[in-house]
């Protein structure tokens, strides 16, 4: 008998998840037979969790808040881009038994911006609000498309000081806090923090978008968000959610598990249109 591949997201909390629904559009649209599921697991049942998943025959996982770093900590080998990010979103059991960490966050976003938006990042004056897991995981995939400059702003400054000097060699980064923005331009912003999960937004100056200037939020959500309705009061030539974010990674955490890579296109254009706004419309 020939049991069905099984992958699945840990989270906590899961329950809202649109990965399953992704995976399995993905799996139809390419004819792979697999089962993907959601499961709700703290961070102190992690290990444990992960544990049996694998030993009962899963084959990959990916993993979201709060258990990305637990996830890096978990996996016997890691890709570049997650040892550099230090958190890991998806895991992949490889033909010898070991686990694979990988972080496809950051690539995610790349293709959002770059092929599905046309946005170029070459060149391009980029402030990162927030300096927590999210902004750890785009930083480098950012920086490979080498940006004129790349800011941090963060509530603690500390954090974005210190991690623009783990990435100081990869590009020009400099770390600094809310306040530091003042009579600062940028051509892309990229809302990092969690604020949008509660409605909120980090205190921004006026001004602080550039004639075309882009925003991106990785916050998604039905209704636009507190940071998307910012970028449109503004003025952004583009002001966008990280829904396509999320099914870029997701198609990249796919193809390290099935070796092929599904179209993106048709499935955001699927969750777009069940949402009631289209200032995520894709550029054709
Ligand atoms: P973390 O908890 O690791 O980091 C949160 C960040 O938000 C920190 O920089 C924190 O600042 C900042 N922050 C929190 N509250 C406030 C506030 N009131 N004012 C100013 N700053 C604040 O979260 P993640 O990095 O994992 O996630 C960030 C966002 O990215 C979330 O909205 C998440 O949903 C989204 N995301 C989306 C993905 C996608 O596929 N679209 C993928 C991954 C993440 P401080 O350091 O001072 O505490």
Redesign the pocket.
Known sequence: MTSIDRYAVFGCPIKHSKSPRIHQIFAEQTGQVLEYSAQEVPAEQFSSAVATFFANGGKGLNC???L?ELAWAYADKKTERAQLSK?V?TLALLTDGSILGDNT?GI??VTDLAANHAITLTGSRILI?????????IIAPILEQSPQAIVIA???ID?AVNLAVEFHDKGSITGCG?SDLKNRQFDLLI????????G?L?PLPEDLLATNGVCY????SNEPTVFVRWGLENQAFKSL???G??VE?AAEAFFIWRGVRPKTRPVIELLNSERKHTYNTLTS
Do not use: H
């Not at 809302?191 to 509660?198: I, Y």
């Not at 939020?217 to 998604?220: R, T, V």
């Open positions: 979201t808040v709060p990305k958190a979103n966050d995610g976003l609000l927030g300096a927590g897991g999210a902004s750890r995981g963060n509530r603690t954090k809310f809302n990092a923090t969690s604020t949008s999960l509660s909120q980090p939020d990785l916050a998604y959610d990280g829904l974010m999320l990674q």
